[in-house]
């Protein structure tokens, strides 16, 4: 039945439209799993839209998002996914940061309503003209979805909170972990159970290590040290450096990659239009 996965944007906090930066990519979060017939989403970036764009021409008539959290960099592109105002088009999105009690019960449905509200967009949520449908669920739940498609779930450390996900078929799964800050001389035991032999984890390498000890620490955001500090420990096929920093232009972004190669063999970093096969 196939697994792959498409990366449609790989960078964190604000789209980076520059020439620079086109070697890796300038569009925010927005990752593709295609497995066993179905098709699901990590993070409504503005990736998001070229992805719809996709969608179309092939002719795609369901999908399921899953939202690591809402921050805009994570949901901008929702408003321009073309399949959701198609009748037709069957959309399930599911996010677990706004049910844990920290949020006043605000849901999802409420917070991408919002964003599609005067004054900040013209076009409003109802106008979807497709089949859509909104799940919240606490960080840590397991469902299936689709075709016996299992999915496992963690909180993470972020501010407002944010979702670690395992997608998992027949043996062969792929984890998504971004927007999360580690631990200060630990791994952080969520994660390290949740990504635990996955055959791809997707991590959030914004920063590196100096970055991150001279002016992030309380940010939300990891770097790549950590996360081949983590890949190695959960014993993870490849490792994938994910949400890059807008200032990491294409030849920093070069030497960042390399030196995680060296320290984690089979390790790189997303670009936008690369597919990693899992499965034929």
């Not at 996010?95 to 005067?118: C, F, K, P, W």
């Not at 950590?226 to 920093?252: N, S, T």
Request: aromatic share 8%; net charge negative; charged share 20%.
């Amino acid at each position: 039945m196939g697994f792959q996965v498409n990366f449609w944007g790989v960078r964190g906090t604000i789209p980076c439209p520059l020439v620079s930066h086109m070697q890796f990519g300038g569009n925010t979060s927005c990752v593709e799993v295609q497995v066993a017939g179905s098709r699901i989403i990590f993070d409504a970036g503005t990736g998001l839209r070229l992805l719809g764009k996709r969608f179309q021409t092939d002719g795609v008539e369901q999908a399921t998002l899953l939202l690591s959290h809402t921050h805009l960099d994570h949901i901008s592109g929702f408003p321009f996914f073309g399949p959701a105002f198609q009748p037709g088009f069957t959309f399930k999105v599911m996010a677990g940061h706004l049910n844990n009690g920290r949020q006043g019960g605000t849901d999802i449905r409420s917070v991408l309503a919002r964003q599609m509200e005067r004054p900040l967009f013209p076009v409003p949520l109802q106008t979807m003209g497709c089949s859509i449908s909104f799940t919240d669920f606490r960080p840590g739940d397991s469902f299936v979805i689709d075709n016996g498609i299992g999915v496992r779930t963690a909180p993470l450390n972020h501010p407002d909170g944010a979702t670690g996900y395992v997608v998992e078929h027949n043996g062969i799964s792929v984890a998504y972990v971004t927007d999360t800050e580690h631990l200060p001389q630990q791994l952080d035991e969520n994660i390290l159970a949740l990504v635990e032999g996955a055959d791809l984890l997707i991590y959030d390498t914004t920063y590196t290590d100096s970055e991150y000890a001279a002016a992030r620490v309380g940010w939300g955001h990891s770097t790549w040290q950590e996360g081949v500090k983590l890949a190695k420990a959960a014993k993870v096929g490849r490792l994938v450096l994910f949400h890059h920093e807008p200032d990491h232009d294409d030849q920093i972004m070069t030497a960042i990659e390399a030196e995680a190669r060296a320290a984690c063999p089979g390790a790189f970093a997303a670009r936008e239009g690369a597919t990693v096969v899992l499965a034929e």
